[in-house]
């Protein structure tokens, strides 16, 4: 304990040494530190928060009536604590919502064991039926020929066998100090340009293949050969077993131990349909599908070993779904209000939808579970002890996130600014910025702070390449003192909402959290449950989050932005 304390008073001398150096020092209420430490952590209420939103309120697929039924429960739950009203901002696009009433799958020869799998979600639905199942091990378009007149009523496998290499590294880790040492020393990540995906045909997949191994000389090539041409015959499989009259497809899920990565169903790609790619499989729209079921690893391999051997394999499956009508996104939006600043606001989020096989644990019931119970620390603070904020707080909570940031773009887009496209010319690259269009709401905004990177302790915060925001930081992380939280990136962090204030030039920041079992056992797979959660890191996390909030809505100024880019850099 006492070396802690020394290293912690050394980090204090040095902070404020580097304060000097910018000119400023950032004021903190250490009165105010307290205050949130002692509700946070020894008042929390963040795992009964957990418990609802796992247990009782969850999954909620975007657009589903379950997600519906969630916000109902936020919106009561907030007006307990007195932060009222909640407000439903729709948006668009518009989405059918999905429900799975029933599933189950058995294979019933050459001998019996119910399949570890669970539906894609936007699958259509499949009364009971038992069939031989198939499985097309065609690896260019030319080999499915010989699959032609042998689907229709089958069930269909389109994955080829997993590889499940054995694990001797653990699930989960927290990010170890040399890690957090090149964060902290890392420059900023320079822009990675996209590229629209090359339409897939019987001409293209070599030279597709060829293309992805020349990025990467020292790969497995064999290995990178075999992804990169699943990952091409997979649309081209599934238009062929559609087009045969098979039932169902199968198709075996990342993950091992009958832990199963699960997501939307794919949509037979047609040729001829340029808008095809930026289509979604809950767009009213979308073409019509096989009913999809993803597998375990472990029971799909063996379906395809048995199938290999020669054995005929049959399998009875029944699915049960539900659709609703075609309606708007909508986020959940809450707000403390302000005193002196009112009119300016500074933001907190997450998202609150989440995928079906799990109950979204922390991905991303912990970012949601995170903001309302800093709101619920503010609005103590605020009530019972008179501590204020300056500036209105609103939170977020996002809908439809996975599927492209929708719900916080459409919001900044319509609140704050939006790129304008339309200016474009033939001649305009695709590095220029377009022209920036603004609302008068642009310059109120002062931070928008996002917690979605999973339910491990944050260990400090991604700058967004905002290097004037670095002294702001590293006064309130000390003045948390917390030394397991002193790490200032100046990189960037991608995939969640953070990214639609940051694009229109808002500043917009992600925590540094560690991973534990993140990206190994619960991102988007059906074990992401409330018992991947560990109740100190979450403690930690939601008071941090709401000091943060509360110093910017107090600060003298609002937050420093980044330095415009110019077109073409």
């Known amino acids: 304990m006492q070396r802690k304390n020394v290293r912690l008073r050394t980090t204090l001398v040095f902070v404020f040494c580097c304060q000097l150096a910018w000119g400023q020092i950032e004021r903190v209420d250490t009165a105010v530190v307290s205050r949130i430490k002692a ?79 669970y539906p894609a979600a936007w699958s259509p639905g499949l009364n009971a039926r038992e069939a031989e199942v198939v499985y097309v091990d065609a690896d ?189 996104a909508f986020n959940i939006v809450a707000e403390i209000p302000g005193t002196d600043l009112k009119d300016e606001i500074v933001m907190l989020g997450g998202h609150f939808d989440t995928w079906h096989s799990g109950t979204g644990a922390t991905d991303n019931n912990t970012g949601t579970a995170t903001c309302m119970e800093a709101m619920r620390i503010l609005r103590i603070l605020a009530e019972k002890h008179g501590m204020k904020p300056r500036r209105t707080i609103r939170m977020a909570l996002w809908d439809a996130e996975e599927h492209g940031l929708i719900g916080s773009r459409e919001y900044v887009s319509k609140t704050f600014a939006r790129r304008d496209t339309s200016t474009r010319s033939a001649e305009t690259t695709e590095r220029s910025d377009p022209t920036l269009i603004t609302t008068p709401s642009y310059e109120k905004l002062s931070v928008y702070f996002n917690h979605d990177n999973g339910a491990g302790r944050i260990r400090g915060i991604y700058l967004q390449g905002n290097e004037a925001t670095r002294p702001i930081f590293r006064a309130w992380l000390t003045a948390f003192g917390d030394p397991t939280a002193q790490t200032i990136s100046l990189r960037n962090t991608g995939g969640t909402d953070h990214q639609s204030f940051d694009a229109v030039g808002l500043p917009g920041f992600q925590f540094i959290q560690d991973p534990l079992d993140y990206g190994t056992r619960t991102h988007h797979f059906s074990m992401d449950v409330f018992e991947r959660v560990v109740e100190d890191d979450m403690k930690q996390a939601a008071s941090l989050m709401a000091l943060f909030v509360y110093n910017a809505a107090t600060r003298d100024g609002k937050f420093p932005r980044k330095a415009p880019v110019p077109p073409g850099r």
């Open 140 to 328: 260019k378009p030319e080999g499915l020929t010989k699959y032609k007149g042998g689907l229709k009523g089958k069930f269909v496998l389109l994955s080829e066998q997993a590889e499940i290499p054995a694990r001797f590294e653990p699930l989960a880790t927290r990010l170890a100090d040399s890690v957090l040492l090149r964060l902290a020393n890392a420059d900023i990540q320079a822009g990675r340009r996209g590229g629209r995906r090359p339409r897939l045909n019987a001409q293209n997949i070599d030279s597709a293949i060829t293309a992805t191994i020349a990025v990467f000389p020292d790969a497995d090539t064999a290995g990178m050969r075999r992804r990169v041409m699943g990952l091409q015959m997979a649309p081209l499989k599934l238009r062929f077993a559609l087009e045969e009259g098979a039932l169902a497809v199968l198709t075996v899920g990342a993950g091992d131990g009958g832990n199963i990565l699960v997501q939307a169903v794919s949509l037979p790609r047609p040729d001829d349909d340029a808008s095809f790619q930026r289509m979604g499989a809950y767009d009213p729209k979308a073409p019509a599908t096989l009913p999809q079921v993803v597998v375990s690893s472990e029971h799909y391999n063996r379906m395809v070993r048995m199938i290999l051997k020669g054995e005929k394999v049959s399998l009875k499956m029944n699915l049960q779904v539900a659709f609703t009508r075609p309606d708007s």
């Open 39 to 117: 509700e946070g952590i020894g008042n929390s209420q963040i795992m009964d928060l957990m418990s609802s939103l796992c247990d009782v309120y969850s999954p909620r697929l975007a657009w589903s009536p379950e997600y519906r039924r969630g916000a109902d429960w936020v919106v009561h739950k907030l007006g307990e604590w007195g932060i009222a009203p909640v407000v439903f901002d729709h948006c668009a696009p518009t989405g059918k919502g999905w429900t799975l009433k029933d599933f189950s799958a058995t294979v019933t020869k050459p001998v019996v064991y119910p399949l570890i799998a």
